[in-house]
């Protein structure tokens, strides 16, 4: 990649200088210059140029052109049996539940492009799962079912998958931002030296110039950048658990299951070799200090620094109790030790999507609110009629936790 001014188009008007945030262009005896030491080829400064005198060259990969690549693809993730299962539907409990939030609004992209919309499965006896992938709206499976990919193991996953964007051409590609996406999608985006944008809590897609709108929280959550991978396919993100919809499951959908054999898979590109990896899984150990799955709970009672002490989460759990809810955290209490992580919602937490979120003296910083704000009912407390939870809060309550949450607890207990 590479950037340049072409001097006799710059007349110095000094533009780019104003739409670079880092400070890596500066105008010297009326032309612009731009620094490669501090340049991020963010594109900033080329719209800005009204003399089109700013020119970043972008190598494309091989030798496809990027309109070549279509359709929708998503990383069909699978979690250990105990994780994440609920209802009787098939595949809940093996498929990971941020699959079938991506199934809904990738199929909507699809739509929207007129391609198919399609998942990617690997593992060993998965094959049952692609049918339920099909019910939750894939159009294709790329089925990759073998013993040596039983355990997810990153390198092998990487080399197989590469291989399938390689074969098949995706212009778009998802997965959830879980541990594995977080994992996974960096090493396959830089084999196939395309852009991953990572984190998304939105994606949409401008029809026209055909690419994905991909948002998320940008320069410590204080503004929602939109990113875009103009030049290089697949246009690769991860997207957080619990900030879309689920698709819902329709078994009447047909769709089509591609088996795509390891072999087969790696041969794409004339190989056939096995599956080298520098890491071997020994044992799958579960950790037992992020057991709490708020995401999954239909209501959610948050404490946050206006708790004032450890103990008084106490009060909070009392409620949890009469209401069948969960504990939430903002982050001060977590960062004091007041309550594990795996209880923080936001931004640097988990996202949650509750029927119900009550916030209790919790500020409704924008970190906290990225974790939470598409609850479908906010009831706030706090003593600040001024705090922004209240700005989203569909019911607020001015006044003193210690006063009010004990008498909620105990006029719910009473109906009980
Ligand atoms: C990169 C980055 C990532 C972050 N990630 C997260 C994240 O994931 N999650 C998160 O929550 N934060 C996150 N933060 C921190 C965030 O900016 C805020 O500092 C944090 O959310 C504030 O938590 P709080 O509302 O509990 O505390 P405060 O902002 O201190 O608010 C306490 C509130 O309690 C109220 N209060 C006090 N006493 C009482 C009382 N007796 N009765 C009623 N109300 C009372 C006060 O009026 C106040 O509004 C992040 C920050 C950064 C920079
Ligand atoms: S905006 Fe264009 S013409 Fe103006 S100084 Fe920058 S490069 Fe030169
Ligand atoms: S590409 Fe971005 S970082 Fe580089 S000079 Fe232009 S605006 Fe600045």
């Known amino acids: 990649m590479g950037i340049r001014v072409i001097t006799d188009r710059c007349d110095g008007c000094g533009l780019c200088v104003q739409s670079c945030t880092y400070n890596a262009i500066e105008i010297k005896d009326n032309m612009a210059f731009i620094s490669l030491e501090n340049c991020t080829f963010c594109n900033a400064c080329v719209p800005a140029c009204p003399t089109e005198a700013i020119v970043i060259k972008v190598r494309a990969y091989g030798n496809t052109p990027v309109q070549d690549y279509k359709g929708v693809w998503i990383f069909a993730e699978q979690i250990k049996e105990k994780e994440d299962r609920q209802g009787s539907q098939p595949c809940k409990g093996q498929i990971h539940g941020v699959v079938f939030e991506l199934l809904s609004k990738g199929r909507e992209i699809a739509l929207q492009l007129g391609v198919d919309c399609s998942c990617v499965l690997l593992g060993h006896?998965?094959?049952?799962?692609?049918?339920?992938?099909?019910?939750?709206?894939?159009?294709?499976?790329?089925?990759?079912?073998?013993?040596?990919l039983e355990e997810f193991n990153v390198e092998p996953y990487t080399q197989v998958i590469t291989k399938l964007v390689l074969k098949y051409k995706p212009e778009i590609f998802l997965a959830g931002s879980t541990s594995t996406g977080r994992v996974l999608f960096p090493r396959v985006a830089a084999r196939?030296?395309?852009g991953l944008t990572a984190d998304?809590?939105?994606?949409?897609?401008?029809?026209?110039?055909?690419?994905?709108l991909q948002t998320r929280p940008a320069f410590g959550g204080n503004i929602m950048a939109t990113i875009l991978c103009e030049n290089k396919r697949p246009q690769m993100a991860t997207v957080r658990h619990k900030v879309m919809k689920e698709a819902e499951?329709?078994?009447?959908?047909?769709?089509?299951?591609?088996?795509?054999?390891?072999?087969?898979?790696?041969?794409?590109?004339?190989?056939?070799?096995?599956?080298p990896s520098r890491t071997k899984v020994i044992k799958f150990v579960e950790d037992l200090t992020q057991q709490v799955n708020i995401q999954e709970a239909d209501i959610i009672v948050s404490g946050g620094k206006g708790l004032g002490a450890p103990e008084n989460f106490k009060l909070i759990e009392e409620l949890d109790e009469v209401l069948g809810a969960a504990v939430g955290s903002s982050r001060p209490p977590v960062d004091d030790n007041w309550i594990p992580y795996s209880h923080q919602i936001g931004q640097t937490g988990k996202t949650v999507r509750p029927k119900l979120?009550?916030?209790?003296g919790i500020s409704g910083a924008i970190q906290h609110l990225a974790g939470m704000s598409s609850s479908e009912?906010?009831?706030a407390i706090n003593k600040d009629p001024e705090a922004p939870i209240f700005k989203i809060a569909d019911l607020g309550i001015v006044g003193d936790l210690f006063e009010i949450v004990p008498e909620l607890t105990e006029r719910l207990r009473k109906k009980r």
């Open 249 to 275: 499951f329709n078994d009447k959908r047909k769709g089509e299951i591609i088996e795509a054999g390891v072999q087969s898979a790696l041969s794409a590109s004339g190989g056939g070799e096995p599956l």
């Open 357 to 360: 979120y009550i916030a209790c």
């Open 125 to 148: 006896n998965i094959k049952n799962c692609s049918s339920c992938l099909i019910a939750r709206g894939a159009d294709k499976v790329y089925v990759v079912d073998d013993k040596r």
């Open 192 to 194: 196939l030296k395309t």
């Open 377 to 379: 009912s906010i009831i």
């Open 200 to 212: 998304c809590t939105e994606l949409d897609v401008d029809i026209e110039k055909k690419l994905l």
